[in-house]
């Protein structure tokens, strides 16, 4: 057997694991492996960003958009606390990483060594898993292990943390993959009678409702979840990480739920008689006052992870399993039925939030440019099939809520931590994962510009990604919040900004400023007309607002369409 | 495991039994999920358990059973952790053991502290020309009796164990898990 060193022992188990592109930052206790990647380039593909945090963001909307393990490679102390954000966004929003931290050699841990950090201490709460090798003949099981947790059951981030001694130390190169860890039951066995209790429920329910999450396209079970709608006739919503798993013109879809979701699903949350949770965790963001969420309806939640059911909502029957099995299974035994009046109520509230919010946002005839119609303009003409990544706050939901999607895997966003500064990286990261489809990120001016510097990492690695800021030049959301509940005072919301043209135009980045709706449809259009990067900042009306809304903590059934009317 | 008696808003003390690999952190990741729920680790001990290789938390925390129902389950969402129980005092056997140092004098001025140490059950460990040191086994109701009693004469040092516990049911409550476990990975080989 040959003789080979830690560093690249790493780059051959990330081989061994069909790794093709990572995402990192060299420093001082990881040189070794940056020294090793130099041999690799032609096989492994490195993005250099600009901040370790735009590492771990850009590896998530990888992984998001293309289902595979993102990677990060980045070095002890800085590097690695500069990660933390995305591997607790990553741990919230359940998506795959192996993250791989250098760290001091072993003899100098625990010493406060120059760079050293408690890494695993650190990430042990937001991680699936974290460690720390100890040798250079532990990698290829500990990288195995890694890709194991990360991808498998409910995926989420691993952490690695690598001693620069076991990056130059030498060790017998052999790997194996690994599928089994003893401890370790990624799936649930499915009980078959929570299968036919559920579906007993089904068969009699007369109001029936289903919620989605991410869990049906983490599982790939768009099919099965279609399928299911058409026997049944249920009609069905997507939570916001749920998005595009349904595409958005199918019948039975009615629209999202949550604080800024439709008034349809919201409403009737709270009228239905059998409320079918699929791959959801109940976020507070959905349910808003928990004391007063679907009390009347029994509710069914299937989940991989044993710990969601019951966790915020009491559920009557709990399947475990991954949704795209739990689906093959609950469908024979279903009736097929249909509920053509059920379902024309969630259409009668749609129809009364198409007229007071959707169409005044997205048609408006004169006045300044909304966001939502610029939203809507950009999904019309990249004919619903571009990848939709956001920021997080009014430009988020705005995206949300007026993309429309052909395809799975077609929304990126921070949806469980709500990281402002997530959007620009990850837009480059699902970018080099699909790099056939157009990647159109929706930003703020806020947003922007907490994550800027990775538009040097476009610059580099000429990415094509389409970057829309929305600018009112205030924190949006934040002044939505002060306007409604804060008595209209806009305590450092109000932001002064730079030119961000001349600022694209200095990464060599083409860029336009529109500020007039006659202009905004060829700006799109020529934004849209190569696969070279584009910033297109639009100016929108300062003081826009996300309607309609459920206030923070009130009950769900009612909504705010306007400052003020509620239904 | 349900005992009907506890109403889920009742704080109560529960004794949660953790197993798990023998891995470094592994208290720490633990003990991080009680952290982030506020709640306090009453006692806490850590052990070997029936099956090699496989170590045993006995954990006793007061809260409501639908916060530890949903610690549990949190405990066992860990990688490195096998399975993860909790029990009502009813449902389990459970003893502590305490150790008091007292000084040898006060024992042989009179036959009090004896009689004591008779009446508690309770024994003598050491004893030099200095100090001498009982210990007793039992729930913490009667080690704390002990020392209240001792007290009147001067405990110069005490220390009590963490709970450590053993279910009614005949073997570990993990082995069902181990041999399912074990039943899926021979299908994975396959």
Same mark, same amino acid.
């Given at each position: 057997m040959e003789k080979i060193t830690g560093s690249e022992a790493l780059i051959r188990s990330l081989l061994e694991e069909g790794v093709k592109t990572v995402f990192g930052y060299p420093g001082g206790q990881i040189m070794p492996v940056f020294d090793k990647l130099y041999d690799y380039k032609d096989k492994l593909r490195h993005i250099l960003v600009r901040h370790?945090?735009?590492?771990?963001?850009?590896?998530?909307?990888?992984?998001?958009?293309?289902?595979?393990?993102?990677?990060?490679?980045?070095?002890?102390?800085?590097?690695?606390?500069?990660?933390?954000?995305?591997?607790?966004?990553?741990?919230?929003?359940?998506?795959?990483?192996?993250?791989?931290?250098?760290?001091?050699?072993?003899?100098?841990?625990?010493?406060?060594?120059?760079?050293?950090?408690?890494?695993?201490?650190?990430?042990?709460?937001?991680?699936?898993?974290?460690?720390?090798?100890?040798?250079?003949?532990?990698?290829?099981?500990?990288?195995?292990?890694?890709?194991?947790?990360?991808?498998?059951?409910?995926?989420?981030?691993?952490?690695?943390?690598?001693?620069?001694?076991?990056?130059?130390?030498?060790?017998?190169?052999?790997?194996?993959?690994?599928?089994?860890?003893?401890?370790?039951?990624?799936?649930?066995?499915?009980?078959?009678?929570?299968?036919?209790?559920?579906?007993?429920?089904?068969?009699?329910?007369?109001?029936?409702?289903?919620?989605?999450?991410?869990?049906?396209?983490?599982?790939?079970a768009e099919e099965e979840l279609k399928n299911l709608l058409e026997k049944t006739g249920i009609p069905a919503a997507s939570t916001l990480l749920g998005l595009s798993a349904l595409p958005s013109g199918y019948s039975l879809y009615k629209g999202m739920v949550g604080m800024h979701g439709n008034l349809g699903p919201n409403k009737k949350t709270n009228e239905c008689d059998v409320l079918i949770a699929i791959g959801m965790r109940f976020d507070d963001r959905v349910t808003s006052d928990i004391h007063t969420y679907a009390k009347q309806a029994k509710v069914i939640h299937i989940d991989i992870d044993p710990s969601e059911i019951g966790k915020n909502v009491a559920a009557e029957i709990g399947i475990l399993g991954n949704a795209k099995d739990v689906l093959q299974k609950l469908n024979p035994m279903l009736e097929r039925r249909k509920f053509e009046e059920w379902s024309k109520e969630f259409d009668d509230l749609n129809e009364i939030e198409n007229k007071k919010v959707i169409i005044p946002e997205t048609q408006p005839q004169e006045g300044d440019l909304n966001m939502g119609e610029v939203v809507a303009k950009v999904s019309e003409l990249t004919n619903n099939e571009a990848i939709i990544v956001t920021d997080v706050g009014q430009n988020q939901m705005m995206a949300a809520r007026y993309s429309k999607f052909n395809k799975s895997r077609s929304f990126v966003s921070s949806g469980g931590l709500g990281t402002m500064g997530y959007g620009l990286p990850a837009a480059i990261g699902a970018k080099i994962g699909m790099p056939d489809r157009h990647v159109c990120f929706f930003t703020g001016d806020g947003g922007i510009q907490m994550s800027i510097q990775e538009l040097g990492t476009i610059l580099q690695e000429n990415t094509g990604v389409k970057i829309i800021i929305l600018n009112n030049s205030w924190l949006g959301m934040v002044r939505q919040w002060q306007e409604l509940f804060f008595d209209e005072r806009y305590s450092e919301t109000s932001m002064k900004n730079p030119d961000f043209i001349a600022l694209a135009a200095a990464y060599g980045i083409k860029g336009k400023k529109v500020d007039k709706r006659a202009d905004l449809e060829g700006a799109i259009k020529e934004m849209l007309s190569d696969n070279e990067p584009y910033l297109l900042e639009v100016n929108v009306i300062e003081k826009g607002m996300v309607f309609p809304m459920i206030p923070g903590g009130k009950c769900v059934s009612k909504m705010m369409l306007t400052t003020t009317e509620w239904h | 495991m349900e005992d009907n008696n506890i109403k889920q808003d009742d704080v109560t003390l529960f004794t949660v039994t953790v197993y798990s690999e023998n891995q470094v952190g592994l208290l720490n990741q633990v003990s991080i999920i009680f952290t982030r729920r506020n709640l306090n680790i009453w006692s806490l001990s850590v052990s070997a358990s029936a099956i090699e290789g496989?170590?045993?938390?006995?954990?006793?925390?007061?809260?409501?059973?639908?916060?530890?129902?949903?610690?549990?389950?949190? @405990? /066992?969402?860990? +990688?490195?952790?096998?399975? !993860?129980?909790?029990?009502?005092?009813?449902? #389990?056997?459970?003893?502590?053991?305490?150790?008091?140092?007292?000084?040898?004098?006060?024992?042989?001025?009179?036959?009090? @502290? /004896?009689?004591? +140490?008779?009446?508690?059950? !309770?024994?003598?460990?050491?004893?030099?020309? #200095?100090?001498?040191v009982i210990e007793k086994t039992g729930h913490c109701e009667e080690t704390g009796a002990l020392f209240d009693d001792l007290n009147k004469y001067g405990v110069l040092q005490f220390v009590r164990s963490g709970r450590i516990a053993i279910t009614k049911d005949r073997t570990e409550h993990v082995s069902v898990f181990l041999e399912e476990q074990e039943v899926r990975r021979l299908k994975e080989k396959q």
């Open positions: 370790e945090q735009g590492a771990v963001h850009a590896a998530q909307g990888y992984a998001r958009v293309s289902g595979d393990v993102g990677v990060v490679l980045v070095t002890s102390g800085p590097g690695a606390t500069n990660v933390i954000t995305g591997v607790a966004d990553a741990m919230i929003d359940s998506t795959p990483l192996v993250v791989i931290t250098g760290q001091v050699p072993s003899p100098l841990l625990g010493t406060d060594a120059f760079q050293e950090t408690d890494v695993v201490g650190i990430t042990l709460p937001i991680t699936k898993w974290s460690y720390q090798i100890q040798s250079a003949d532990e990698i290829p099981w500990a990288i195995a292990r890694a890709f194991y947790i990360a991808r498998s059951g409910r995926p989420g981030p691993v952490v690695i943390d690598f001693p620069k001694n076991a990056q130059i130390g030498m060790m017998d190169f052999e790997y194996k993959k690994c599928d089994f860890i003893r401890s370790y039951r990624p799936v649930p066995p499915t009980d078959p009678h929570s299968l036919i209790q559920a579906a007993s429920l089904i068969n009699k329910a007369q109001k029936p409702f289903i919620i989605f999450g991410q869990g049906v396209i983490l599982s790939e | 496989v170590h045993k938390f006995t954990i006793t925390t007061h809260t409501t059973r639908s916060q530890i129902e949903k610690v549990v389950k949190q @405990i /066992e969402k860990r +990688i490195d952790v096998l399975r !993860a129980f909790f029990y009502t005092n009813e449902e #389990i056997i459970h003893q502590e053991i305490a150790l008091y140092k007292v000084e040898t004098e006060k024992l042989l001025e009179s036959d009090e @502290i /004896e009689d004591l +140490i008779r009446k508690h059950n !309770a024994r003598i460990l050491e004893i030099n020309k #200095i100090f001498t």
